[in-house]
């Protein structure tokens, strides 16, 4: 989908957010821009995100000082889905290492859907980088636990870190994915065939699901995406979640692939490390300066909510926060 955002100014990608009265009113009128916008599907292989209005619609900034900047529904709460992938690698790999992440999970990005299984086969049983389903699963699995329900714990309570408050298990979505969740039961087993998952296949796909059901809200997945623009500390709580180290890593895999078949686009028109989920939800961080995060369900045919992403692409334009942006620092001689 093309991005009606050429009247937004292009600002270099350095420096601080403006005053908090010049970000209110760009939230504001990107709000109102996308908020025009009626593209797109909300999701329906899932029967629990079927019933969906899909004229939800929240927006919100949150910086690295913790303050929020909000419009819309900013606080109506939806299952994290795919986005929990990206802070549950980042768990992970605070727990092994940069090393051990990179070995058995990987970063590079498939080309293909987030839940090929041909992509699998296509690399000898390596699930290639953790945002697609194949890698999101070996990293459920490798996360420590004397069990399923204590890696389940240890997942929840890492989320909740990253938000700043607890988050709760979605029951009704849990139990709708999970009486849908055949392909990635198969997925499980073909990695446990190839001895990338060493629990139990059915037990991990558990554990995922609950993760996926964890209800957020836009808010929620501002401070989350804060967190990792302030080096991993929660600047609302103030607490270490991870590591600087850690939260770098994470944004890497997310600009290299948060976004599956459409990250290149992304990059593209946007230029920030981003990650989506098929609730309609959508977070990407600008590192040193925050976290900005949508909710609105219609989706567009890859997965990705459609305002969220015109939402997304005019803040970048507005405040200078394309990674790739650079003004000249070339001064004439006179």
Sequence with gaps: M????????????????PEDSRVDALIADAFAHAAAHSEGAVADYIPALASADPSLFGLSLVDVHGEAHEAGD??????????SKAFVYALLCDEVGHEEALATVGVNNTGLPFNSVVAIELN???????????????????????????????????????????????EAVYQS????????????????????????PAEVVDVYTRQCSIL???????????????GGVNPVTG??????????????VMTASGMYENSGEWLFEIGLPGKSGVAGGIVCVAP???????????????????????????????????????ASHFTPKE
């Design 177 to 200: 994915e999970m009486a849908a969740n055949q392909r990635n039961a198969a997925i499980a087993q073909l990695l446990e065939s190839y001895g990338r998952i060493r629990q139990d």
């Design 239 to 252: 607490e270490r979640v991870v590591s600087a180290e850690v939260a770098r890593d994470t944004l890497a």
């Design 2 to 17: 093309k991005l009606d955002i050429a009247h937004v100014a292009q600002r270099a990608a350095t420096g601080l957010l």
């Design 288 to 326: 040193g300066k925050g976290g900005i995060a949508t909710f609105s369900p219609p989706l567009d045919a890859a997965g990705n909510s459609v305002r969220g992403q015109i939402a997304t692409a005019y803040l970048s334009r507005a405040l200078g926060l394309n990674l790739f942006a650079s």
């Design 74 to 83: 900013s606080g109506v709460e939806f299952s994290i889905q795919s986005i």
């Design 124 to 170: 000898d049983g390596h699930p290639r980088n953790p945002m697609v389903n194949a890698g999101a699963l070996a990293t459920t699995a490798l996360i420590p636990g004397a069990d399923a329900e204590a890696r389940w714990l240890t997942i929840q309570h890492g989320l909740s870190r990253f938000a700043g408050r607890r988050l709760e298990l979605d």
């Design 216 to 230: 957020v809200s836009a808010h929620d997945l501002a401070v989350m995406g804060a967190t990792l623009a302030d």
